[in-house]
């Protein structure tokens, strides 16, 4: 379909500049109320959300009737041909169309949209039905030869006949499938959990968040009906674009997930994010350290406005540039003018300076087709209008997800030395040291030898792959833009990988890189909200790929102090450890209410601190054990003064006690906390934490 009219946007880099914060009440009060009644005449006219005819008057009407009439022009490149007949073709003609057909699959990474009765300029002029059943023959022999499959996904009508769309999708490998990744986001309560549950499960909620169970990783979780942990799931589509998840008979909710990927042609990888404020680090570690293609904002149709951690999402999606739809959740209980609410000030977010979107709301297949389309230029945001419990409009939702188109990007780092961006580690019985993240660049396989790094020192370690899965399947390779697992070894048999050697934030690298570790970095940021100004000596928490640490601002270009709204090319020192990072790479700072974005354009590799943030900052550190150790065991700790302690941390820690003589050591950090770790023989290691006059047992480790 004809992508809808886009309006430029003039301030990208300022997303949340200008979105002025207002709850849902004023929201209310801004909009017009409808009558909820059987007999209300919007009702009648547009359906039973009462919407349609009154938001059209927001959407651009002549871009919209557009759409069945004209298409875009035919481009040279990417995965969309038109064809204004193929009835019969000579055979050496039907070779140069198969031909073409390789190079349309090419594009888009196995799969291919032909428009079947459409001129190269985009005019619509439909056929005959026997010279369109005829085409399609032709189009169905050529998928044939490429070992594709074509399906007729929509017809519409020209002046002289019906033209049709046709999805051409490569048939399943082992070793290729287009792999989409979709990042889950919005407020708490908006119900991601028991959407990405009923998508990926095929069974309807109960109303009372039963779909969830299906996907929540802790028990608390269970407990408190709020996600605290990125989750991930699968969702699997055939070559004819029917969802493989559901499966036939009995078994359908025991499909795993190699019976998925295996019999896929395009697998979406879904990542369900935290909506509460409290856990809003770890969504902000899934946007940047996973690197969604797209995102999905689920937004309560309840609430008659937009609010809580609606906003601050959709500003970090705009900020790392990922293109954003949204589905409007709970439409079963919700009533005309409530929903009326929501989506008037949906749209109005959508439409502010620095935003500068275009909402199009999806009722029909034709909307699909178009939105898919022009998703991908970051422009439009298609938004769906839906319900887990009656099932309402959830099959224009999978339809959507099954031609969402694979980002180009990837395509192009393929051919790259490898680089993957390690977000988690484990420890494998039987195998040993795992780690999973998403490969930026290149390929990685079996038997390669590869550089893991940095550690705290910003060295790299030679080791070995042994083994790689994708989504749970054992693979022997695996290409850019795929989320995988990798078992490790060291290069040298007397060496050994245990997990505490890895940690969040370190790549897995080609020798051929020559990857260095920098202290300091320069980058070009934008303040988006900060209450007073920024100086020299500011330390925000950065989060750029899966790198997530502590830096203190050391230079602001030409400016003095840093407020609201500026921009400037400043630099960053890395307070704990040093870091691999990557040019042109995305960053995101936080500290309290302080946000900001921006891009890294220079790293410093040759240059080092006089002295290391902790001694700067401690007289006296760990005094009873190495330097070395003092200083890892330092850095696992010192998220203590940012409130950042888990079970990780906690684990990390104990296996560095461990090396520490029986006595135990004490780590002081400044103003904040005493963290003592303890090696008790025959018990493992105690490490208690200690803050002002209270005390308290952080935990142990056996």
């Given at each position: 379909?004809?992508?809808?009219t886009t309006?430029?946007?003039?301030?990208?880099n300022d997303?949340l500049k200008n979105?002025?914060?207002?709850?849902?009440?004023?929201c209310?009060?801004e909009?017009?109320?409808?009558?909820?009644?059987?007999t209300?005449?919007v009702?009648e006219?547009?359906?039973?959300n009462?919407?349609?005819k009154?938001?059209c008057?927001?959407?651009?009407?002549?871009a919209?009737t557009?759409?069945?009439e004209h298409?875009?022009?035919e481009?040279d490149d990417g995965?969309?041909e038109y064809?204004?007949?193929l009835?019969?073709?000579e055979p050496?003609?039907?070779q140069e169309?198969?031909t073409?057909m390789k190079?349309r699959?090419?594009?888009g990474?196995g799969?291919a949209?032909?428009?079947v009765?459409v001129?190269?300029d985009?005019?619509?002029?439909?056929?005959?039905p026997?010279?369109l059943e005829k085409?399609?023959e032709?189009l169905f022999?050529?998928a044939?030869?490429v070992?594709?499959?074509?399906?007729?996904v929509?017809?519409r009508?020209g002046p002289l006949g019906k033209?049709?769309?046709?999805?051409?999708r490569a048939q399943?490998?082992?070793?290729?499938?287009?792999?989409?990744?979709v990042a889950?986001?919005g407020?708490?309560?908006s119900g991601?959990s028991?959407l990405?549950g009923?998508?990926t499960?095929?069974?309807?909620?109960n109303?009372?968040?039963?779909?969830?169970?299906q996907?929540?990783?802790?028990k608390h979780e269970?407990?408190s009906?709020?996600?605290?942990a990125i989750s991930q799931q699968?969702l699997g589509f055939?070559?004819?674009?029917?969802?493989?998840n559901?499966?036939?008979?009995?078994d359908?909710h025991h499909r795993?997930w190699?019976d998925?990927?295996n019999?896929?042609?395009?697998?979406?990888?879904f990542?369900?994010?935290?909506?509460h404020e409290?856990?809003f680090k770890t969504?902000?570690f899934?946007l940047?350290?996973?690197?969604?293609?797209?995102?999905?904002l689920l937004?309560?149709?309840n609430?008659?406005?937009?609010i809580?951690?609606t906003?601050?999402?959709?500003?970090?999606c705009?900020?790392?540039?990922?293109p954003v739809f949204?589905?409007i959740t709970?439409?079963?209980?919700c009533?005309?003018h409530?929903m009326?609410q929501?989506?008037?000030?949906?749209?109005?977010?959508?439409k502010r300076p620095g935003?500068?979107?275009?909402?199009v709301l999806?009722?029909?297949?034709e909307?699909?087709m178009?939105?898919?389309?022009?998703i991908s230029?970051?422009?439009?945001?298609?938004?769906?209008?839906?319900?887990c419990v009656?099932?309402e409009?959830?099959d224009?939702l999978r339809?959507?997800l099954?031609?969402?188109?694979a980002?180009?990007e990837?395509?192009e780092?393929q051919?790259?030395?490898a680089?993957?961006?390690i977000?988690?580690?484990?420890t494998?019985?039987g195998?040993?040291?795992?780690?999973?993240g998403t490969l930026?660049?290149?390929?990685?396989?079996?038997?390669?030898?590869?550089?893991?790094?940095p550690?705290t020192?910003?060295?790299?370690k030679e080791v070995?792959v042994?083994?790689v899965r994708?989504k749970r399947?054992p693979?022997?390779s695996?290409?850019?833009?795929?989320?995988?697992?990798?078992a490790l070894?060291?290069?040298?048999?007397?060496e050994?990988?245990?997990r505490h050697?890895?940690?969040k934030?370190m790549?897995l690298?080609?020798?051929?890189?020559?990857?260095?570790?920098?202290?300091?970095?320069?980058?070009e940021?934008v303040?988006?909200?900060h209450?007073t100004?920024?100086?020299v000596g500011y330390?925000?928490?950065i989060?750029?790929?899966?790198v997530?640490?502590a830096?203190?601002?050391?230079?602001?270009?030409d400016h003095?102090?840093l407020?609201?709204g500026d921009?400037?090319?400043?630099?960053?020192?890395?307070?704990?450890r040093?870091?691999?990072?990557?040019?042109?790479s995305?960053?995101?700072f936080?500290e309290?209410?302080?946000k900001g974005?921006?891009?890294?354009?220079?790293?410093?590799p040759?240059v080092k601190?006089?002295k290391?943030?902790?001694?700067n900052h401690s007289?006296?550190?760990?005094?009873?054990?190495?330097?070395?150790?003092n200083?890892?065991?330092?850095?696992?700790?010192a998220?203590?003064?940012?409130?950042e302690?888990?079970?990780d941390r906690?684990?990390?820690?104990?296996?560095?006690?461990h090396?520490?003589?029986d006595?135990g050591a004490e780590?002081?950090i400044?103003?904040?906390?005493?963290?003592?770790c303890t090696?008790v023989?025959?018990?493992g290691?105690k490490?208690?934490?200690?803050?002002?006059k209270?005390?308290?047992v952080?935990?142990?480790?056996?």
């Amino acid at each position: 379909m004809a992508e809808v009219t886009t309006r430029r946007n003039t301030d990208n880099n300022d997303p949340l500049k200008n979105m002025r914060k207002h709850d849902g009440n004023t929201c209310g009060q801004e909009a017009k109320r409808v009558t909820s009644g059987p007999t209300s005449p919007v009702m009648e006219a547009s359906g039973p959300n009462g919407l349609d005819k009154k938001l059209c008057r927001d959407i651009d009407i002549s871009a919209l009737t557009s759409l069945m009439e004209h298409l875009p022009p035919e481009n040279d490149d990417g995965n969309h041909e038109y064809k204004r007949q193929l009835v019969e073709p000579e055979p050496s003609r039907f070779q140069e169309l198969v031909t073409q057909m390789k190079y349309r699959l090419a594009e888009g990474q196995g799969e291919a949209l032909y428009e079947v009765g459409v001129e190269d300029d985009g005019t619509v002029r439909g056929l005959t039905p026997e010279d369109l059943e005829k085409s399609l023959e032709t189009l169905f022999a050529m998928a044939k030869e490429v070992d594709a499959v074509a399906t007729v996904v929509m017809e519409r009508t020209g002046p002289l006949g019906k033209a049709a769309t046709v999805l051409v999708r490569a048939q399943p490998s082992e070793a290729e499938h287009v792999e989409i990744r979709v990042a889950i986001c919005g407020n708490v309560d908006s119900g991601k959990s028991t959407l990405l549950g009923v998508l990926t499960k095929g069974v309807l909620d109960n109303g009372r968040g039963g779909a969830r169970l299906q996907v929540f990783r802790h028990k608390h979780e269970v407990d408190s009906g709020r996600t605290s942990a990125i989750s991930q799931q699968v969702l699997g589509f055939s070559p004819t674009g029917e969802v493989l998840n559901y499966g036939d008979g009995l078994d359908v909710h025991h499909r795993s997930w190699g019976d998925i990927v295996n019999q896929s042609s395009k697998v979406l990888a879904f990542f369900d994010l935290a909506g509460h404020e409290r856990y809003f680090k770890t969504t902000l570690f899934g946007l940047t350290g996973h690197l969604p293609d797209y995102a999905m904002l689920l937004v309560d149709s309840n609430r008659g406005g937009i609010i809580g951690m609606t906003r601050e999402h959709l500003g970090i999606c705009l900020a790392l540039k990922v293109p954003v739809f949204v589905v409007i959740t709970k439409t079963d209980v919700c009533s005309a003018h409530v929903m009326e609410q929501t989506v008037q000030a949906l749209f109005k977010l959508l439409k502010r300076p620095g935003v500068r979107k275009l909402p199009v709301l999806v009722r029909t297949a034709e909307d699909v087709m178009s939105a898919s389309r022009a998703i991908s230029s970051g422009a439009v945001v298609p938004i769906f209008l839906a319900s887990c419990v009656t099932g309402e409009s959830l099959d224009l939702l999978r339809s959507f997800l099954n031609h969402l188109p694979a980002r180009k990007e990837w395509l192009e780092a393929q051919g790259s030395p490898a680089r993957l961006h390690i977000d988690d580690s484990y420890t494998v019985q039987g195998v040993g040291t795992v780690v999973t993240g998403t490969l930026m660049a290149g390929r990685v396989s079996q038997g390669t030898s590869m550089l893991l790094g940095p550690d705290t020192n910003g060295q790299f370690k030679e080791v070995q792959v042994k083994s790689v899965r994708n989504k749970r399947v054992p693979v022997k390779s695996s290409t850019a833009g795929q989320t995988v697992a990798v078992a490790l070894k060291c290069k040298h048999a007397r060496e050994a990988l245990k997990r505490h050697d890895v940690r969040k934030g370190m790549v897995l690298v080609d020798r051929a890189l020559n990857p260095e570790a920098v202290w300091f970095f320069v980058a070009e940021v934008v303040i988006l909200v900060h209450p007073t100004t920024m100086r020299v000596g500011y330390t925000p928490v950065i989060h750029t790929v899966t790198v997530r640490q502590a830096a203190r601002l050391e230079m602001i270009g030409d400016h003095e102090v840093l407020r609201t709204g500026d921009r400037a090319k400043v630099t960053f020192q890395f307070l704990y450890r040093p870091e691999f990072l990557v040019l042109g790479s995305h960053l995101v700072f936080r500290e309290g209410r302080t946000k900001g974005i921006g891009t890294i354009v220079e790293v410093q590799p040759g240059v080092k601190p006089s002295k290391p943030y902790w001694k700067n900052h401690s007289s006296h550190l760990l005094k009873k054990s190495p330097p070395t150790q003092n200083q890892e065991l330092h850095c696992e700790h010192a998220a203590l003064k940012r409130g950042e302690w888990d079970g990780d941390r906690l684990r990390r820690a104990a296996a560095l006690a461990h090396t520490l003589p029986d006595r135990g050591a004490e780590i002081a950090i400044p103003d904040s906390t005493l963290v003592t770790c303890t090696k008790v023989p025959a018990h493992g290691v105690k490490l208690r934490a200690r803050q002002g006059k209270s005390s308290e047992v952080a935990g142990s480790h056996h």
